[in-house]
């Protein structure tokens, strides 16, 4: 069974601080998707990154990192600089190769940048 | 080049009235899915679709059906509305290999059940 775990429930910083937000994984195939998802006060879901498990090399794209880790099941997302902007709900999720179109979401990150 | 579709974006519903969230994609992605949100809770899969003619019931499928006769559309039937179903409800799609960009959302509808 796939499961993802995102244990900060809120995080607050002040603008121009890093944050990094924390995402665990569970999953017995071999073949597997991650995701992450940011989701404004407006409500939609933006789509950040997918990563597939063949796939280790860590991404940069703007202000934003992730770091992916088969070996402690972690593929964390580091925002630098945060802006204000930034302050969402940030989701974590999985979808294994043999779930069909299944997608188990963390619970998701709370981020409040503060001016 | 709409993505998904979702309609109506607001419901106000009765308890025990019927309805039909409608969910369209012009992408020609043949997995699409349903989730629920709830507040602290994540999203959680109702319902999903491998294809045409396929669909399987995902976390918490009581009270919900689904059926799957075109590529393009997977409608989520709502059969005796429940306070317990207010939330918000998103539909995805993708295809097999879960595209570059992931699973598409449409924007979501927000229901509520009194």
């Known amino acids: 069974a796939q499961k993802v775990t995102q244990a900060q429930t809120e995080i607050s910083v002040v603008e121009k601080e890093d944050v990094t937000l924390d995402c665990v994984y569970e999953?017995?195939?071999?073949?597997?998707?991650l995701f992450w998802y940011k989701q404004p006060p407006s409500g939609e879901l933006v789509f950040l990154i997918r990563?597939?498990?063949?796939?280790?090399q860590n991404e940069i794209s703007g202000r934003y990192s992730w770091n992916f880790q088969k070996s402690t099941s972690s593929f964390n997302f580091t925002i630098t600089a945060s802006q204000v902007v930034d302050s969402a709900v940030y989701f974590c999720?999985?979808?294994?190769?043999?779930?069909?179109?299944?997608?188990?979401f963390g619970e998701g990150t709370q981020l409040t940048v503060n001016p | 080049n709409a993505g998904v579709t979702q309609t109506p974006k607001f419901q106000v519903l009765k308890t025990g009235q019927s309805m039909t969230l409608q969910c369209a994609q012009d992408?020609?992605?043949?997995?699409m899915s349903w989730y629920r949100q709830d507040p602290g809770m994540g999203l959680r899969l109702i319902h999903y679709?491998?294809?045409?003619?396929?669909?399987d019931q995902g976390e918490v499928p009581n009270g919900y059906n689904v059926s799957r006769s075109t590529t393009e559309d997977f409608p989520l039937r709502l059969l005796s509305a429940a306070p317990s179903q207010t939330s918000v409800y998103f539909c995805?799609?993708?295809?097999?290999?879960?595209?570059?960009?992931?699973?598409?959302f449409g924007s979501g509808t927000r229901l509520t059940v009194v």
């Open positions: 992408m020609n992605h043949e997995y």
């Open positions: 990563r597939n498990s063949f796939d280790e």
């Open positions: 679709s491998v294809g045409a003619g396929i669909t």
């Open positions: 999953t017995r195939d071999t073949t597997y998707y």
């Open positions: 999720a999985l979808s294994e190769e043999t779930s069909g179109s299944r997608l188990t």
């Open positions: 995805a799609s993708s295809g097999p290999s879960r595209g570059t960009y992931g699973y598409t």
